[in-house]
């Protein structure tokens, strides 16, 4: 089974799924942090910071999906882009990831694979990237297509995905599309 990743502090992606002949997701999650803190929360973020607390809830998302899910092997997680009109989004992206990384993944002994933001959107949308193609509806948009030809299976209404859980399932995809193309050359 596998776990994919679209990292933020605010909102982070979660796509649980069994890759086989078909690509079945069977779960996603968007864990929301643009959200009231509860009262213990507020404690912590007086203490340390709102991002302490916003990466503590996501670590937290994702023990408890792995819980839920042992038998999870692999994780999948978008990198970190860098944009120099943002850059301080590009540093609470590591941060997740690192997390994420070093705090459950790692200890548990999951294999990770690091995935380029730009080549999910490639792979994924099976195209050559023109301007305005990494538009969130497009992802969703070519989402849509792989459900209806049964390339991939979710058991939820899809419209009510997030663009998060989108590409969290986009990441996951493309994860499965390298284990396929790694086994095919062994």
Do not use: W
């Not at 799924?17 to 942090?33: D, G, I, W």
């Not at 944009?83 to 989004?89: C, S």
């Not at 548990?108 to 933001?117: A, D, S, T, V």
């Not at 849509?144 to 030809?149: A, I």
């Amino acid at each position: 089974m596998l776990l994919s990743i679209d990292p933020g502090v605010n909102n982070c992606g979660l796509a649980v799924s069994r890759p086989f002949n078909v690509f079945e997701v069977l779960e996603t999650q968007n864990v929301k942090n643009a959200r009231k803190f509860t009262d213990s929360e507020k404690e912590v973020e007086k203490f340390y910071s709102a991002r302490v607390v916003k990466v503590a809830h996501i670590l937290a998302a994702v023990e408890d999906t792995l819980t839920r899910y042992p038998d999870i092997e692999h994780v999948a997680i978008e990198t970190p882009f860098y944009n120099a009109l943002t850059p301080q989004v590009y540093g609470s992206l590591l941060e997740v990831i690192s997390a994420i990384r070093y705090n459950v993944l790692i200890p548990k002994g999951l294999k990770i694979r690091m995935i380029e933001p730009l080549l999910v959107k490639k792979m994924f949308i099976h195209a050559k990237m023109t301007k305005g193609m990494t538009k969130k509806d497009v992802m969703k948009q070519f989402l849509l297509e792989k459900l209806q030809t049964g390339v991939i299976t979710y058991p939820g209404d899809p419209e009510t995905l997030t663009e998060h859980e989108v590409d969290a399932i986009a990441i996951g995809f493309v994860s499965h599309l390298f284990s396929l193309s790694e086994a095919a050359a062994s």
